[in-house]
Structure formats: structure tokens, C-alpha cells
């Protein structure tokens, strides 16, 4: 292999290399993909999701994930005493 293949080569991994980091800077702009530092994390824990209310029982499905939500299930034979 000569100087010249040898300099060929080594430009061709060097732009690689530059597209590579230019893109992954761009994140899912060019895809529409969504990065986990675009979501929104609706709860960490279970006691993140405490309405306040007696009759419910509060719960935080998948938590500290892009996919956290939080969930209430009515007790029942449960009467609110205000």
C-alpha cells in the first residue's frame, strides 16, 4: 500500500468519524425519534402520585422512566369523610 492509498483511507475514517459525532449530536432530529432527555417524567415514585384522596390508592407504573404515568384505582365501599 502506497502513501497515497494510505492517505485516501485514512480521510475516508476521518470523515466517518466527523459524520458520526455530527449526528449523534443531532439526536432523532433527522428520524423523529425521541431521546430520553425530551421526555417528560411524570412520576419517580408512588408518593409523586398522591392526589390527596383517601379512597384512591396511588401508584406510579414504570417510574423514572419516559413511560412513567401515574395511576388511581378507586377502594372500594370507600366513603370521603370531609
Not at 41 to 55: A, T
Request: hydrophobic fraction near 35%; charged fraction near 15%.
Amino acid at each position: 500500500m502506497d502513501k497515497k492509498q494510505l492517505i485516501i483511507i485514512l480521510s475516508f475514517l476521518g470523515f466517518i468519524l466527523v459524520a458520526a459525532f455530527v449526528i449523534s449530536g443531532i439526536r432523532g432530529a433527522m428520524t423523529g425519534a425521541v431521546s430520553a432527555e425530551n421526555c417528560i417524567i411524570e412520576c419517580y415514585s408512588n408518593q409523586n402520585c398522591d392526589d390527596n384522596d383517601n379512597c384512591t390508592l396511588d401508584g406510579c407504573a414504570y417510574p423514572g422512566s419516559c413511560a412513567a404515568k401515574c395511576t388511581y384505582i378507586n377502594k372500594q365501599d370507600c366513603s370521603q369523610q370531609k
